[in-house]
């Protein structure tokens, strides 16, 4: 299964190894896990496996699209057909219990796990590939304790498994949603759809309590990378809010009392730039490599972006050679696959038809309980000529030359 070409370095330092013989380990993957049946919120133990809406799966295919990775077999919609996880050739998932309870989104499936399908832990998220099996390795599975003492309380381990194998098949034995202390679901319309796919199917559905420490208050504190030691972001605490300035990516975040996210406004920015003006020292300040005041060019020029996103250029994985440029306005993409010389527009569309009933709980951002689908179109000229504008403006260095260096033959496809 393990693809020699692929660097497995990264997954080492976070790999959980067994302290126990294998009879033990077997057995702890026989008994350890609890039954969903008979949920108890003080003492349980679940494989788990996360959903997301369909703007979460539309994001996948993009990303396994860009990689040129897509498999049409494993695009499998689990809040539609969770019965068919078995057929999955690689699952994420993690195993949870009352002191371990983050998870990978908000809803999900529980799954019996056999033995034979585990193929590795990690204490840690480590992005596994789910959509190639040859870059999966299979390492010695350790026992189930093992694996919650090694995960941190606030973490979410990722305990990798195949669908099937030679006579054993990952199966769903219940669907988890989270919710907050007070009973309210984080994801209410995830929610309920994952509770009507339980009634039907007749299986447990399970609660798991987010338990959220709110924030304390804090001197502003300024984020480090683990290696070069640069600043990558500011933080500041204040009266159970958490405002966080990502000087790496030029993002403003503010999370709540329920730790949920949202952009700052400008109002949140100027009480923020003002106590990081008021608390910082003058050499913590030139520690972020710019004065403070030119956190007012990176606010405006974020919320520009926010709806004029930057375009994107998408390389090969091995060679890394640049094969199409990509670009979002006005919720139209709109892509330019020159190693195909295929132009073409992706838009979100309501559909015309309405679905069965189990699909009208599904969401994208804030449009709870309608229908969409992306439609691809082949570009206009008139299409082109307002991307060509856009990549013109916002292209820079090497992908500005390349673009120029392209466009009199993609001018030439629009004659």
């Known amino acids: 299964m393990e693809n020699k070409d692929f660097d497995f370095s990264r997954f080492k330092n976070a790999l959980i190894y067994s302290t126990q013989p294998e009879f033990a380990v077997r057995k702890s993957w026989e008994t350890n896990f609890t039954s969903p049946a008979k949920h108890n919120d003080r003492k349980f133990c679940y494989v788990v496996h996360g959903l997301k809406d369909m703007g979460g799966r539309i994001h996948q295919r993009l990303f396994m699209a860009r990689e040129r990775v897509y498999d049409t077999s494993q695009d499998i919609d689990l809040l539609q057909y969770p019965e068919r ?46 959509f190639d099996a040859n870059r999966v390795k299979k390492e010695k599975v350790p026992a189930v304790g093992d694996i919650t003492e090694s995960t941190h309380p606030s973490k979410y381990n990722e305990i990798v498994l195949v669908g099937s194998t030679i006579g054993s098949k990952v199966s769903v034995a219940g669907f988890w949603a989270k919710v907050y202390e007070d009973g309210q679901p984080i994801d ?49 605490n204040r009266d159970g809010i958490r405002y966080v300035l990502d000087l790496k990516e030029s993002r403003f975040t503010i999370y709540d009392k329920k730790r949920q996210a949202r952009d700052m406004t400008r109002e949140d920015f100027k009480l923020v730039y003002g106590l990081a003006q008021k608390e910082l020292s003058p050499e913590q300040q030139k520690s972020i490599r710019a004065d403070i005041s030119q956190l007012h060019a990176r606010f405006a020029e974020w919320e520009y972006r926010k709806t004029n996103p930057l375009p994107e250029v998408f390389t090969e994985i091995k060679s890394k050679k640049p094969y199409a440029f990509a670009l979002n306005r006005e919720g139209r993409r709109y892509l330019i696959d020159f190693s195909k010389k295929s132009f073409t527009v992706i838009v979100k569309e309501k559909l015309k038809h309405p679905k069965p009933k189990m699909h009208i709980l599904d969401t994208f951002g804030t449009h709870e309980q309608e229908d969409y689908d992306f439609k691809q179109t082949p570009m206009t000229k008139k299409d082109f000529e307002l991307a060509k504008r856009e990549l013109l403006k916002d292209l820079k260095g090497k992908d500005l030359e390349l673009f120029n260096k392209l466009l009199p033959s993609f001018e030439e496809h629009f004659h």
Do not use: C, M
């Open 85 to 130: 996880v078995s057929d999955k050739k690689v699952i994420s998932t993690s195993i949870v219990d009352q002191d371990h309870r983050a998870t990978w989104g908000n809803v999900g499936l529980i799954l019996n796990v056999p033995y034979n399908n585990v193929i590795a832990a990690y204490r840690e998220d480590v992005g596994t590939p789910f």
């Open 188 to 236: 209410k319309a995830l929610y309920q759809q994952t509770q009507q796919l339980a009634k039907i199917r007749g299986l447990p559905f399970v609660k798991i309590v987010e338990k959220i420490e709110t924030y304390k208050d804090s001197p502003v504190e300024i984020l480090r990378g683990i290696i070069d030691k640069r600043p990558t972001a500011i933080v500041i």
